[in-house]
């Protein structure tokens, strides 16, 4: 059991090490999903929290959640307005944060489908300047960007171990010191009382470590996976000259190098693509995981 403890103690410690934070800061999950719900829910809870704002780009475990509160009447919601590619107008946040005392933010740092990344390091100055609860969704971020926590003003952050390569069932939420989270699974006095119940140990060293391996590769997986979307980008433009590259994704540089959406030229046979690939030996989707079945 001691062993078993200082192992999850050591996972605690590297991945606050890697994201610059506190160990005390870092709570385990199972994942994503979770994270975002007890940022989310606590927070709102713990602080009665009446307006919140975050965009219609969000990922379904933060927009759907904060919805769900509006139609309760817990809160008001707000919607940021996004451009065409995806990016958050900082004008209309502010007037938002301005208008409406103590805000909840959540706008996720790098979107699941179009790419565009958020700029966080401003969105966060914004917060702080309007004394605002700023809850990103580093999902898709963590292990392919640095974070740096101590120089970002953000409150909560999330991340989810098979986003990384490491197992799935297993995620984490950082909580910045002096924020107030009251427990939300009732048990033991596991993850200092936070989240009771038995730990995923393996879960949890695996994150750990392939949080780590993912750091000390980090520049060169990048530039490695930014050649194939370069490469594969030309390619689709000689096959379809009047292919459309949505949000961000087309810029190599700028955007989630680890996505890219396109929208193919419409034809009789495009309702055969997925299937015709499928024939080809090349694993495709209509979706992203969450959507599937819908």
């Known amino acids: 059991g001691r062993f078993l403890r200082a192992a999850i103690?050591?996972?605690r410690q590297s991945v606050a090490k890697l994201l610059k934070a506190s160990p005390a800061e870092i709570f385990f999950t199972s994942g994503g999903t979770e994270s975002d719900n007890v940022a989310i829910r606590c927070t709102i809870s713990g602080y009665q929290?009446?307006?919140a704002i975050t965009s219609a780009?969000?990922?379904k475990a933060v927009l759907h959640t904060l919805k769900e509160l509006e139609e309760k009447g817990t809160l008001k919601l707000s919607l940021v307005k996004v451009d065409k590619k995806g990016s958050v107008d900082l004008v209309h946040l502010e007037e938002l944060l301005a208008n409406n005392s103590r805000s909840f933010v959540s706008l996720m740092h790098g979107n699941n489908e179009v790419a565009t990344i958020l700029k966080l390091k401003e969105v966060g100055e914004l917060c702080q300047k309007?004394?605002?609860l700023f809850h990103c969704d580093t999902v898709q971020t963590m292990g392919h960007f640095p974070i740096d926590l101590s120089k970002i003003h953000v409150h909560f952050i999330t991340g989810s171990a098979h986003?990384?390569?490491g197992p799935k069932g297993t995620g984490f939420l950082?909580?910045?010191k002096g924020t107030k989270v009251p427990a939300y699974v009732t048990g033991g006095a596991q993850e200092r009382g936070m989240r009771g119940g038995t730990e995923n140990v393996m879960g949890i060293v695996g994150l750990a470590k392939a949080l780590e391996v993912a750091h000390q590769g980090m520049e060169e997986h990048a530039q490695y996976i930014k050649k194939i979307k370069a490469y594969f980008i030309e390619k689709l433009q000689i096959s379809f000259p009047d292919i459309i590259f949505n949000g961000d994704s087309a810029d190599v540089e700028n955007s989630l190098y680890t996505v890219l959406s396109v929208c193919f030229p419409a034809t009789p046979m495009s309702s055969l693509l997925l299937f015709t690939l499928d024939l080809k030996g090349v694993s495709a989707?209509?979706?992203s995981a969450?959507?599937?079945g819908s």
Request: proline share 0%.
């Open 285 to 287: 989707s209509g979706g």
């Open 163 to 165: 986003k990384l390569h």
């Open 130 to 132: 309007h004394d605002a």
């Open 174 to 176: 950082f909580v910045r």
């Open 9 to 11: 103690e050591k996972s």
């Open 290 to 292: 969450c959507s599937s």
């Open 49 to 51: 929290i009446k307006h």
């Open 57 to 59: 780009t969000e990922h």
